[in-house]
Structures are given as C-alpha cells and as structure tokens.
C-alpha cells in the first residue's frame, strides 16, 4: 500500500494531553502557557490566600498543592535553559511574595517589601 504524502498537511504546533508540542522542539511556547496557566490559577485562589483566617503554612500548602502543579505539569519533559528556568523561578517566587505579604526587617524595625536578588 502505498501513502500519497501530498494529501498530509503540515503542522507547526499542537497541544497533546495539555501539552503543546512544536517540530522545532521548542518549549518556549510552553513555558509562556503554563506560567499564564499558574498566573490565572493563582487569581482564582488569591481571595483564600489573602484571607488572614488563615495560617501561613496552610497557604503555603495551598501553593504547594494547587499553583505549583498547575505551572510545572509535563516538566519531567523539558529541557530548561538558565533564561526559562529564571522565569519559573521568577513566577513561583512572585507568587509567595504575594501570599506571606511584607517582612519586618530587623535593621531598621520597618516594613519591608520582598525583592527577588539574583
């Protein structure tokens, strides 16, 4: 049996499984839909982790069990660069700030914002 290959069309991109898969291999386009995956995940629980009723390990398992899942679903797969790995890194870390809020710095005895120092 013999394929007519004319008949096939050509396919830049898809998503599989939740995945997006590219012929160049590329996971850039990934990274972009899981970090905007995790971001919208963490605006639908923002409510539950700004609520002071809440303990700050309790969020922190929240995060652990609900965002972190959602932004690294397929990673066993990826093979990172220092750039892509930063933004991951960047996010999660964007994330935590938000939830455990400002920190008292002993120096000065003033509230503090948190910053990423790279």
């Known amino acids: 049996m013999k394929i007519d290959n004319s008949s096939f069309e ?8 939740g995945t997006t898969l590219t012929n160049q291999n590329s996971i850039k386009e990934e990274i972009k839909s899981r970090l905007k ?10 409510n539950l982790l700004s609520s002071s009723l809440l303990s700050k390990n309790l969020k922190n398992e929240i995060h652990r069990t609900i965002i972190l899942p959602v932004l690294l679903y397929g ?3 990826w093979l990172l660069t220092l750039r892509e790995e930063c933004r991951l890194w960047l996010f999660d870390n964007r994330v935590l700030r938000r939830i455990f809020g400002s920190k008292r710095d002993q120096i000065t005895v003033e509230w503090r914002k948190l910053h ?3």
């Open 75 to 77: 990673c066993e797969n």
């Open 10 to 17: 050509r396919v830049e991109q898809f998503k599989h499984l």
């Open 116 to 118: 990423e120092e790279l």
């Open 37 to 46: 995956s995790g971001n919208a995940c963490y605006h639908l629980a923002q």
